[in-house]
């Protein structure tokens, strides 16, 4: 979103609330009393215009009129309070994705609360226990493909790692219409039913292909996109990230589309990973980075490579392949022109070769009290249903848990779209990362690959609510593939 120099971070950490109150009046800050306790800002969701970038205006769904929302920055130990203001002709609410909050505060609707009607207000309030890189968003209907989200950082009380320069990197899908997706979805242009994701070709214009158009009260298709935002612009529109030689540079990375992973590349530049949803890894290097939706990595990257350079999505079979996205520039580069990016082999980020670090948020879960198996399937012949154990929502099975118990989920994917799983309430050990130390890696979100694609993961149930488990495509959650986690 903006660039923040740690080391300012660092000036002002000492007199506590100043760079909250430096940043008050963008930030919609009411008042900061105990401005190291609390902090306290309003969000109005309403639709509003917005550019990204391709030469006209889109009326799309907001947070405090921008797409993404407002930054949220808070550090870790205070208390966020959000006001939420719905000017929406629909009703809302918000999600902490991956805020392991209380129940009540977590903005499930008909869960964890009623959902909040248009003119209403609602307050959420929850301790920032754990850093990390997030995002919050709305869980209603199909509205995060309209715009409804925004990052939220928490900032450790003591930075474990030291850096110049930071970014925070939100991608998204766009479908260039009023409205987006859910509204291109209504007009037919959805994906042909049993297409897998390799072969589509560029996200934009015609397919040629079109699906029926839906039935009354059956969910709506994934749209064909038109463009992909960094930061909510298209790569021409989308302002460079300044660097300097020799900084290194985290960026904070959130995959908030609706139905792209994105397999992302800083040309020039391997990135080193050093959280994973959050949460600390071992540092690794890699060349790019797969993404799905809901997932978070930070990374980092030495500035010692001079120019113009591109982040851009590989073509990896993925919808958004072959996309540009942003642009890193070194200051003092003049040349409007890209350098040239040249990889022989490119190293990803397989969770097997992610690998956990010790710390201080979750207990190792060790022997596990009870297993679920989870198929997960649908989309085939056309159908419009994606389905866990062959049930749609809210027809699939509740997973009911005592309060820590050791729970473990293994998914079987049958069907030819990857599927990234997300529990809320909760962060899991990545069952099969951290093979050599046994370490394995913490996140709140695994992406299970398409066709035959396994995972497993691991947690201790420790804290107490209903919980939505679901896919993080919404569409594929829309259409059925979620279930409710009871935590008693
Ligand atoms: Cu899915």
Not at 329 to 336: C, N
Not at 389 to 410: D, L, Q, S
Request: charged share 20%; glycine share 10%; hydrophobic share 35%.
């Amino acid at each position: 979103m903006e660039d923040i120099k740690r080391r300012d971070f660092l000036k002002y950490a000492g007199i506590g609330g100043a760079l909250l109150l430096s940043n008050s009046a963008s930030m919609g800050i009411l008042k900061s009393a105990f401005a190291e306790e609390t902090k306290e800002l309003r969000l109005t969701a309403s639709i509003t215009e917005v550019d990204i970038g391709i030469g006209k205006p889109l009326k799309t769904w907001t947070y405090n009129s921008s797409a993404p929302g407002t930054e949220i920055r808070v550090k870790e130990g205070e208390t966020l309070r959000v006001h939420l203001k719905n000017n929406l002709p629909e009703e809302t609410t918000i999600h902490w994705h991956g805020v392991p909050v209380p129940n009540k505060m977590d903005g499930v609707p008909d869960i964890t609360q009623k959902p909040v009607q248009p003119g209403q207000s609602f307050t959420y309030e929850f301790k920032a226990s754990v850093p990390g890189t997030y995002f919050y968003h709305t869980h209603v209907s199909y509205q995060l493909d309209q715009g409804l989200y925004g990052p939220l950082i928490i900032e450790p009380k003591r930075e474990e790692r030291s850096y110049d320069r930071e970014y925070v990197l939100l991608f998204d899908d766009w479908a260039a219409v009023d409205g987006g997706g859910p509204e291109a979805s209504k007009m037919g242009r959805t994906r042909p039913g049993m297409m897998s994701m390799g072969g589509m070709g560029m996200g934009g214009g015609m397919m040629g292909m079109m699906r029926r158009q839906p039935e009354a009260g059956e969910p709506l298709q994934e749209p064909i996109y038109d463009a992909y935002v960094m930061n909510g612009k298209i790569f021409k529109a989308s302002p460079p990230l300044k660097v300097k030689k020799g900084e290194r540079v985290r960026l904070r990375i959130i995959n908030a589309a609706a139905a792209t992973t994105f397999v992302l590349r800083l040309a020039g530049h391997p990135l080193i990973i050093t959280h994973a949803d959050g949460l600390p890894v071992k540092p690794l290097e890699v060349d790019a980075l797969r993404i799905g939706m809901g997932e978070r990595y930070d990374v980092e990257f030495m500035a010692n490579n001079p120019g113009r350079w591109q982040i851009y999505n590989l073509n990896d079979g993925s919808p958004a392949g072959g996309w540009s996205l942003g642009t890193v520039l070194y200051q003092g580069i003049e040349s409007k022109s890209y350098n040239d990016d040249s990889m022989t082999r490119i190293r990803l980020n397989e969770y097997s070769l992610l690998e956990g670090v010790e710390n201080s948020y979750g207990k190792p879960v060790g022997k596990v009290d009870k297993t679920f198996r989870m198929t997960l399937s649908g989309g085939m012949m056309g159908s419009p249903y994606w389905t866990i154990n062959g049930k749609v929502y809210p027809n699939t099975e509740n997973i009911t848990v005592r309060r820590n118990e050791h729970i473990r989920f293994e998914f079987f994917n049958m069907s030819m779209m990857a599927h990234p799983m997300h529990l809320h309430g909760h962060s899991f050990e990545v069952v099969g990362s951290g093979r050599s130390s046994r370490t394995r890696i913490r996140k709140d979100t695994l992406l299970i690959p398409a066709h035959m694609g396994e995972g497993a993961v691991e947690f201790i149930a420790d804290n107490p609510g209903a919980w939505m488990h679901h896919c993080h495509n919404l569409y594929h959650m829309m259409a059925g593939m979620a279930n409710v986690v009871k935590v008693t």
